[in-house]
């Protein structure tokens, strides 16, 4: 089992932590994992398994404001590029707006084909 068998909550039955909706940290469980010697490890697995409830006395979300950001890149030559460009203010390169144009040169093809209007 690991860490986890060094945990302070080991003993503590799991509703001491999921009690309510609200996902209060409560003072005797702040004091609890602010004690433990893991809280680092519970911290960890939290965060990168997007866990609920209770945890290193952190709420859900407060773990996902600590989340790192991700950023995006846009893979140019592809529509889901052109997409990324135009959500970050830029101006398309030449493959994403290419690209672009034969995906909406093919849908309207394809609906033409089906006997459906094109816009």
Known sequence: MGWQSEAACRSYPIDYFFHNEAEVVTDSVRELCTACSVRDNCLQLAIATDSIGIWAATTT???????????????????????????????????????????????????????????
Request: proline share 5%; with cysteine; glycine share 6%.
């Open 61 to 119: 979300e407060e773990r996902r404001k600590m989340r790192p950001k991700r950023v995006m890149v846009a893979e140019h030559g592809t529509t889901s590029g052109h997409h990324r460009h135009l959500k970050r203010g830029e101006k398309p390169c030449d493959p994403c707006r290419l690209a672009r144009l034969e995906y909406l040169r093919k849908y309207r093809t394809q609906r033409r084909a089906n006997g459906l209007e094109v816009s």
